[in-house]
């Protein structure tokens, strides 16, 4: 096996690479007021030298925000920096007006208030910027906080929970530096790891049973995780739940924008140290982190293959165990919880994705831009639409020559299949986040569109890789309501029947109105003046889909939704 120690190349850079740094270990607030800041600021990641960073309260990241389930949040968040931004909350299930996709701008200057309840089970997500085409840039600088959430299911279980203590939130980022130790975008030369924005970080640790909530927050890497000593250790939950019983594992592939949490057993290792690995080694060729991204071996990333990391296993984070803590766990729990997947009997309807290249060619095929089902990404093109309460299969196909982590907002799916196999245990809880591999690799995920319904604000699907993402990996969804609410709450009689509809419909309660239909983006697609009581209105010709009717005469003026089959 090699081994390569990360520490050798940071010579050239830093003559005091060798002195170690403690992890971060980012403040914590708890309760229902949250305010974030987002500002500039620098940190000292090399020693005597200043980069400029951004992040919420402090210099760089942000504070964990822990949270209850069920409790109702209001957060602040203030943007101080000179450019404008959105944030989003990476595995919360929250209306779209509140989840800060790209179109929930913040000025410079401005305060964006979100308020929600907490509807999601005990689990690890995160908090990043989205702006559209500026997200790696953002990330990159320094902006991701943790999201912790309990419930009661959790604090049942004989499990570490001291933050900071035996429960460590650790982010995993690679970052390439310039001759000025700045950050870098758009490069592969990421060859330095951050723990937590420190490198050469290193952790003193319980000789107890501890519990590592592990984020990979970096732009586009993977990291193939594993101990020193090759130990076995445990997954508890993956992105948005527990896992029904503890996972034994050695090796944890872990994707851009993916979490897991895990137990490691230190009771018996007083006094030792190990290290958090990443065996970059045994990655498969056509993962960003493997000796090609590519699986075609022409295709390559510019700048990629000089970089040591690709292929090679490299120190992620160091680990001295101290004395325990007082109230250790020093056991591993047989079982979690008792999550039961969604059946493929339950499904609504069935929609397909295909990721595919920009262009043919060894090179498009692994160095994008990437689209989606051959759309790429526009702000005012909703790409598609879910109905509400209903159940989906996604069948995510990826035509590239490298493997994309999917990411969706407002639910948690679980994986049917993955190249037509069922997902190792590990992947077989709620997700936020999955690799689809490349050259035809198919993942199949089920999910349920609940909660919340929007005609105007869309949710995110993307690529996780955030210089994909940024170049148009992404679309948008919205999930409609199935009911024929009426939009303006001025009770009145008019309604519209059948509905939903086929080939026609009638308006009652509007004898002598002017009928306008509009399609959900605004668009008038109907004009009729004067219409009869019943009168019937052919809608053959409409395309499937919700729209919008005003029903107006000079005494009144009305809005009903239409949903045409
Ligand atoms: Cu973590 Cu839409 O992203
Ligand atoms: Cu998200
Ligand atoms: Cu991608």
Not at 87 to 96: F, Q
Not at 380 to 409: G, K, S
Request: net charge negative; charged share 20%.
């Amino acid at each position: 096996m090699k081994k390569v120690n990360v520490i050798i190349f940071h010579l050239i850079i830093s003559l005091t690479a060798f002195a170690q740094s403690p992890l971060l270990i980012p403040d914590y607030i708890s309760g229902s007021e949250v305010q974030l800041t987002l500002q500039e600021g620098e940190v000292e990641l090399f020693q005597g030298h200043l980069t400029k960073s951004i992040g919420y309260n402090q210099n760089i990241l942000g504070p964990t925000l822990i949270f209850d389930k069920g409790q109702d949040v209001s957060i602040d968040v203030v943007n101080k920096l000179n450019e404008p931004t959105t944030v989003h909350w990476h595995g919360l299930h929250v209306s779209p007006k509140n989840d800060g996709g790209p179109h929930t701008i913040i000025n410079p200057d401005h305060t964006w208030s979100p308020e929600f309840t907490i509807l999601d089970e005990a689990a690890t997500y995160w908090y990043h910027p989205h702006l559209h085409e500026h997200t790696e840039e953002q990330v990159t600088n320094g902006a991701a906080g943790f999201i912790i959430v309990r419930d009661a299911d959790e604090a049942e279980l004989e499990l570490p929970r001291t933050y900071g203590v035996d429960d460590i939130p650790i982010v995993i980022q690679s970052r390439a530096f310039d001759s000025d130790n700045q950050f870098m975008m758009n490069t592969a030369a990421d060859n330095i790891i951050l723990c937590n924005a420190t490198i050469d970080a290193f952790l003193d640790a319980p000789a107890q049973v501890v519990r590592l909530r592990l984020l990979n927050g970096s732009t586009e890497r993977l990291y193939n995780l594993g101990f020193s000593d090759d130990r076995n250790f445990f997954q508890i939950a993956s992105d948005g739940g527990l896992l029904n019983e503890p996972v034994s594992m050695n090796r944890l592939v872990l994707v851009p924008g993916e979490r897991a949490e895990i137990l490691l057993d230190l009771s018996g290792d007083l006094g030792k140290s190990l290290t958090l690995i990443s065996y970059g080694s045994e990655l498969p060729n056509g993962y960003y982190g493997a000796s090609n991204p590519s699986v075609m071996p022409m295709g390559n990333i510019e700048g990629y293959s000089s970089n040591n990391l690709n292929g090679n296993d490299f120190e992620v984070l160091d680990i001295n165990v101290i004395s325990p803590s007082e109230d250790a766990v020093l056991s591993i729990p047989g079982t979690l919880v008792n999550h039961i997947p969604y059946s493929e009997d339950d499904v609504d309807r069935t929609r397909s994705l295909v990721f595919s290249p920009g262009q043919m060619g060894p090179h498009g095929m692994v160095n994008g831009p990437f689209s989606i089902n051959n759309q790429s990404f526009d702000l005012n093109v909703i790409n598609e639409e879910v109905l509400f309460e209903n159940t989906e299969i996604w069948e995510l196909r990826n035509m590239t020559a490298i493997a994309h982590p999917f990411h969706i907002h407002d639910v948690q799916f679980y994986i049917l299949d993955i190249n037509g196999s069922i997902p190792s245990a590990s992947m077989r809880g709620r997700k936020d986040v999955v690799i689809v591999p490349p050259m035809g690799g198919t993942v199949r995920i089920i999910m349920r569109f609940d909660d919340f319904a929007d005609i105007e604000t869309p949710y995110m699907y993307h690529c996780h890789m955030l210089s994909h993402e940024d170049d148009g990996m992404m679309g948008q969804f919205l999930v409609l309501p199935l009911t024929t609410n009426e939009i303006n709450l001025d009770p009145s009689i008019v309604t519209c029947s059948p509905n939903p509809a086929t080939n026609f419909m009638r308006i009652t309660g509007a004898p002598q109105a002017n009928l306008k239909i509009y399609d959900i983006r605004g668009n008038m697609v109907r004009d009729e003046s004067r219409i009869r009581e019943d009168q019937e209105i052919n809608i053959n010709n409409l395309e499937p889909g919700i729209y919008i009717l005003t029903i107006e005469s000079d005494k009144f003026k009305n809005s009903l939704k239409l949903m045409k089959l």
